[in-house]
């Protein structure tokens, strides 16, 4: 019977080895991990018994902020314009970063302007980026006063960073060739950046625009609490007089305007980057979409 | 001349009013927005005007003040970014897990954590740390825990989208092998995601620092509290001193991150 069986021949079974060193990088790791981990906790005296308690004192606080208050006066006369005001911060703010970063970023292109131009006009966006907005309002609050404005002004001027490092990497992403053909039959400068550049990055850019006016948005609403305009302003007053319900209320009314802009203004980019539903659209143009998302 | 040589010249755009519309429309809020937030040019030429007058008031950073007692803050500072960033990053892992459609244990989950995700993230970072203010009092300790927070959120959404979009086939097979959900899912997802997560971790990292240079105007530690007792004093060349020395931090860090993220990714 047995010589019926066939044995199948097979190579020497042999399992891969692990990889070396795992330990020990696991070692280091860790070490590298807990020794400034413990520093800073020691520094900042915090202990492991406080950091466990701090989530039942914060749910002691939301816990009192339900149900919100949402009295006609709360909602419609206090928090609703503040939120607006937050909104037209947020746009306006986008505005001014729009304009001036797009011609800013074509001079920051390394393949549109010569290396000493991309060098200053990079560094001026680098610069500009290093100052959270929080802090360009605070300088400017003495200057410009308490208000919508300086709030306007700072995010402004901040979106200018943001933007323009964007765009201008937008503009080094481009297929040379159309710009190519637009020199090689003699169009002037206007025309290959009228035609051969901006076709392929518009839409791009504009995707950048409305995802900066999304953080924008964020940022307008907490830029009240140095009264530079927005609802920021509302919840410092509630939560100083410890009035949680009406904090509540601004919470979640900032919060259901912040998912409400996202979510137009993500079917609208996703509009633009990808073209009409059913239409496709070349993959790298998705890939840049999402890039956005790590700024 | 055939057909199929003769090239024609693709037809031009279909005209339509729509555009027309909503370039009218956009401009229209713009301008109405404007109103509402007072901007103008003209006012924007007379602040040029007083800007140089109030920049005497800035000018010069007072260091002297500055070298005693700004190191501290700075320190702490520094420990409110490490401690928040590790923290958050360590708890966001098993979430990131849970909040994607590959890896999470059940649909209910899923969703759970996903939208607490949303939820958390869509409250600036500030507003946290007003909150834990109230919470927990004044002082660094509100700032790490808002930072936690911060840093949970967006490592969650970053990680989790990752993992979305991971290779599903080893994970397949590790099932398909008898293995139980949470050793398949480490031994297969996890090898894949893990420089990802080192680079996130990074970069959160790094906004961590930059959020915990202003925290302080709210009352939650660090750098930014000397920026809001001196204002309170009218100390502007104190003031500018403070705010030069975190625009250098800022800096630096985001220059060594990017240079440390284009090594590892």
Redesign the interface.
Known sequence: MTDTIETLELPPQKRPEPPKGGRRTRLIVAIA?IV??I???L????SIE??LS?PA??W??IKQMFPPDLSYEQVFERTLPKV??S???A??GT?IGAFFSFFLSFLAAKNISPPWLTFMVRNLF??I????E??LA??LL???GF???T???AIGLHSIGTLGKLSSEAIEGIDPGPVEAIDSSGGRRTSVMRFGVLPQVLPTIVAYWLYRFEINL??S??LG??GA?GV?AE??NQ?RF?NFPAAGTV?MM??IV??II?AISSAIRRRIIAGKPGEEAPPEMFAAADQV??L | MSAEAQSTRPAPPKKSVKPYLITIAIIGFTIFAAQQVGFSIAELGSNLANAREFLAKFWPPDWEWAREEVPGPLIETFQIAILAAIIGCLVALPMAFWASRLTSPNRWFYYIVKSFLNVIRTIPDIFWAMLFVVAVGFGAFAGTLALIIFSLSIMGKLLSETIDSVDPGPLEAAKASGARHTPAVRSSVMPQVLPNYVAYGLYIFELDIRASTVLGIVGAGGIGRLLEAQRAFFRFDRIMAVVIIIFIVVFAIEQVSVYVRRRLV
Do not use: H, K, Q
Request: proline content about 5%; aromatic content about 10%; cysteine-free.
């Open positions: 991990l400034p981990a520093w800073s906790a520094g900042l005296d915090i406080r950091l701090a004192d914060m002691n606080i607006m005001e909104l037209y911060i746009w306006i505005m680098n610069a980026r290093a100052f959270p929080l802090l605070f300088i003495p200057i410009t208000g919508a404005y709030g306007t002004l964020r940022v609403a907490f609490v140095i305009g920021g919840l410092v939560l410890r919470l900032t919060v912040v998912l996202d998302e790590m």
